[in-house]
């Protein structure tokens, strides 16, 4: 660290930037995209961004793509809509939710956002206010962290345990939160770990909430895309235990993230936040930050409620093929593992063991020479909070997958310290 800033890339570029934690993971990304060595004539594959419709296994239903259509070919939805959403978009989604919970969300529980992204920045907003604290789970997604040092929210940050499946260190949590803390960030399924939280350990997140008098925002863009022995369970559940944040999109199970279409809910059986105060605070909030396209949010009640299961099912054994081929491959490089399988979302998270490996200095080292050699992007751990890990995201192709994994493995061969020292035992060339 020098004067605040990390040179991301070391050797390869060298850029002053600022700390992982204030770089968004698209723009970390642009800068490992930039490394990649024109003169390579391979395709580049990226295993660094969560966007499965740039492939052709991943595509949205041919439902949701109508109903688009047609709301903006009838000339009904042109104008300006509400600014916490158009009425019919807040009632399906309040249906939509209410579906897996033990209570009936309201329209009015529900504001429409402009992706995920939109309702993080919301939530924070709304909680900030001076000596406030909030706590992040580590390893985790930093756009948080971002809304966060622009609302001059203060970050503690919590571990995910890896090798008890990513569960929440509840006992952290415990020393972390003072009477200063707002709330507590959960990302169920995980981004960037891959797991999938269980009712019991759900369970005992709300009752620690409760015993601290925070309230739980539960981020759940990755609701639904479960593949393991654990089903997924929406935070709301425990809403009577603990008030509850859902945010959430369309974006990942229905494979349309430039859509921009979210929500923000308040999952909130005992009625916290039907405060006047607080209703008229978010409100005039939305007044500032606008709602998605009127004619995007006028197709979601036909999306919502004329999606076939069939199609969902296609998505997660997609899933759960190209996580299986990713586990098996990364078996076979020596210097990477998975301390746990992934049972849901569309990434992994991989420890680095360096002591493998020649010439890498640490994580962010072995992206951009990953990326200028082999024309493979993976997203440093740094990004995400870990130092010396990787993310890798597999809703991909199998057949890409397959190709940039074995490319991972011909470059860390090339790096490999056993390699070296069997060279220089046996006096042979490097193949």
């Known amino acids: 660290m020098e004067n605040g800033t990390k040179k991301w890339g070391g050797g390869v570029h060298g850029q002053d930037l600022e700390t992982p934690s204030n770089i968004t993971i698209k723009g ?49 939805f042109n104008g300006y809509a509400p600014t916490v959403g158009l009425p019919q978009t807040r009632t399906a989604i309040a249906e939509y939710l209410s579906c897996n919970l033990p209570y009936k969300l309201s329209p009015d529980d529900v504001y429409v956002t402009a992706g995920c992204t939109q309702a993080i920045d919301v939530a924070l907003s709304i909680l900030a206010h001076p000596a406030a604290n909030i706590l992040l789970p580590r390893p985790g997604f930093p756009i948080y962290e971002l809304c966060a040092a622009f609302r001059q929210l203060d970050v503690r940050h919590f571990d995910l ?27 169920n399924p995980g981004n960037p770990c891959g797991n999938v939280y269980s009712y019991q350990h759900l369970n005992k997140i709300a009752e620690t909430a409760k015993k601290l008098k925070i309230l739980v925002i539960a981020d759940e863009v990755y609701g639904h895309l479960a593949f393991g022995a654990k089903p997924f369970v929406p ?35 005992t009625s916290v936040f039907k405060n006047p105060q607080i209703v008229e605070r978010i409100k005039k909030y939305f007044d500032i930050c606008g709602a998605p396209a009127t004619f995007i949010q006028a197709a979601v009640p036909r999306i919502l409620e004329q999606t076939q299961v069939s199609f969902f099912m296609k998505t997660i054994n997609i899933l759960k093929q190209t996580s299986d081929i990713c586990c098996d491959r990364i078996k076979e490089i020596p210097c990477i593992t998975y301390p746990y399988k992934p049972e849901g979302s569309m990434v992994v998270m991989v420890k680095l063991n360096l002591s493998l490996l020649k010439d890498i200095s640490d994580d962010i080292d072995f992206c951009f020479k990953l990326a200028k050699e082999e024309s493979v992007i993976i997203l440093p751990g740094q990004a995400v909070g870990l130092k010396n890990w990787l993310r890798i995201t597999f809703a991909i192709e199998p057949s890409s997958l397959e190709e940039a994994l074995g490319r991972v493995k011909s470059f860390c061969k090339m790096h490999s310290n056993q390699q070296n020292r069997y060279q220089a035992t046996n006096n042979q060339p490097l193949n």
Not at 161 to 187: F, Q, R, S, Y
Not at 251 to 259: A, C, F, L
Request: a negative charge; hydrophobic letters at 45%; one cysteine or more.
């Open 28 to 76: 970390i990304l642009s800068l490992l995209m930039a490394s990649i060595d024109t003169n390579d004539k391979r395709r580049v594959i990226s295993l660094g961004m969560g966007d499965p419709s740039a492939y052709s296994c991943f595509h949205t239903t041919a439902v949701a793509e109508d109903a688009v259509v047609d709301t903006l070919s009838s000339q009904k």
């Open 161 to 187: 345990l890896p090798e008890k499946g990513w569960e929440v260190d509840l006992h952290a949590i415990e020393a972390l939160a003072d009477n200063n803390t707002v709330a507590m960030v959960i990302i």
């Open 235 to 269: 935070m709301g559940v425990f809403g009577s235990v603990v008030p509850v944040l859902t945010l959430g999109s369309l974006s990942k199970r229905w494979i349309v993230p430039g859509w921009r279409l979210g929500w923000f809910v308040t999952s909130d059986p």
